[in-house]
């Protein structure tokens, strides 16, 4: 930016907002900065960053390696298959299967007992939120086959006005606390989890540390001879 003389004068930097305190980050294609919030002074350099979202297709078949094996597999053992399966997705050498929340516990089921899946290990459920979607709040299982060898993702998607997907404790009783991770971070609710509460944050701890339109916020840090303000309340450097 230049004056009528051509002589250049500072601006502030492209998607940087000045505003305290934190402000609910829009809902748009576009995440900017660097974990979508805005207004809470940022220090990092990242204000202009902009990340655009990418559309995720359905992979066709043949999906290569062992995964036609696992789907194939699937569509045998569980008759709803079709209704259950909303895509299915091959990215960097990964195999996700998007099912539908209703469904999740039955085939988690299936791929637990039958003798051609034999996913015996349900190793991390997580949740992430995709602000901007109709159905932001994605919970994630990562199975393995112990017997087999092999690694696949489950994923479900959910909106904030009904965030109920059934619990699969009882199908894998390694998601006990994870599950319960995601409710107390995301405010995912497992139908059917045998003891539902928070596991990180206090009982009476109002909100979801980890949705995306939670404010940053924060509190003061001491250090010898020094405070540092919580992000909310530090300037932002243009």
């Known amino acids: 930016m230049t004056t009528p ?25 576009a995440g900017r900065g660097a974990f979508g919030v805005q207004g809470s002074g940022d220090t990092t350099g990242f204000g202009g960053l902009v990340r655009r979202r990418t559309v995720i297709l359905d992979s066709p078949k043949p999906y290569g390696g062992y995964f036609d094996e696992v789907t194939d597999a699937l569509e045998e053992a569980y008759p709803a298959f079709k209704d259950a399966i909303e895509k299915v997705v091959v990215d960097r050498g990964e195999l996700t299967l998007h099912i539908k929340p209703e469904r999740i ?33 994605h919970v994630t299982y ?56 928070r596991i990180l944050m206090p009982d009476d701890w109002e909100g979801h540390p980890q949705r995306k339109d939670y404010p940053l916020g924060g509190v003061p840090v001491e250090y010898k001879g020094a405070e540092i303000p919580p992000p909310n309340e530090r300037r932002s450097y243009q």
């Open 142 to 197: 990562h199975l393995t086959s112990l017997t087999f060898r092999r690694r696949v993702r489950l994923e479900v998607a959910v909106g904030v006005e009904d965030p109920h997907v059934p619990s699969v404790t009882s199908v894998y009783p390694t998601a006990d606390w994870q599950e319960r991770e995601t409710y107390d971070m995301f405010g995912v609710v497992f139908d059917g989890h045998p003891g539902l509460t």
């Open 105 to 137: 516990r039955e085939v988690c089921q299936v791929m637990r007992d039958d003798e051609a899946l034999r996913f015996e290990l349900c190793s991390s459920v997580s949740g992430v939120d995709y602000l901007g979607d109709a159905r932001r709040l």
């Open 5 to 29: 003389g051509n002589v250049p004068v500072s601006q502030p930097p492209e998607g940087a907002h000045a505003g305290a305190p934190a402000e609910y980050p829009p809902a748009s294609p």
